[in-house]
Nanobody
Framework: QAQLRESGGGSVQSGGSLRLSCEPL?????MGWFRQAPGKEREGVAV???????TYAESVEGRFTISRDKARNMLILKMDSLELEDTAMYYC????????????????????WGQGTQVTVSS
């Protein structure tokens, strides 16, 4: 299993931006960003496959952008227009399975995880 490392979390005011990074970039299967708020289940935020196909959770569509930085060997999550509800621990996940129809967003489909990075949005 991949050893993933997230970075870039922090505290920001509502409406602000943050950029999360996950190393290393895995070219097989699916990689994605997930989050878990206190008392809630882990949920998918954005996923990407090796061909660049992406899927976003409805709650972040238009505000978050997932991308693959091959030069830096990183998976990036750019988060704009952050809202209080975005406060959570954010995790990077990977799975080697190649989905024909694009990567699923459910955490149960991912086998490798990082330790997480905290994102806190305040008013």
């Amino acid at each position: 299993q991949a050893q993933l490392r997230e970075s870039g979390g922090g505290s920001v005011q509502s409406g602000g931006s943050l950029r999360l990074s996950c190393e290393p970039l895995m070219n097989d299967g699916c990689m994605g960003w997930f989050r878990q708020a206190p008392g809630k289940e882990r949920e998918g935020v954005a996923v990407s496959d090796g061909s660049g196909r992406t899927t976003y959770a409805e709650s972040v569509e238009g505000r978050f952008t997932i991308s693959r930085d091959k030069a830096r060997n990183m998976l990036i999550l750019k988060m704009d227009s952050l809202e209080l509800e975005d406060t959570a621990m954010y995790y990077c996940g990977h799975d080697k399975y190649n989905w024909i129809g694009g990567c699923p967003t459910g955490p149960k489909f991912f086998k490798s995880w990082g330790q997480g990075t905290q994102v806190t949005v305040s008013s």
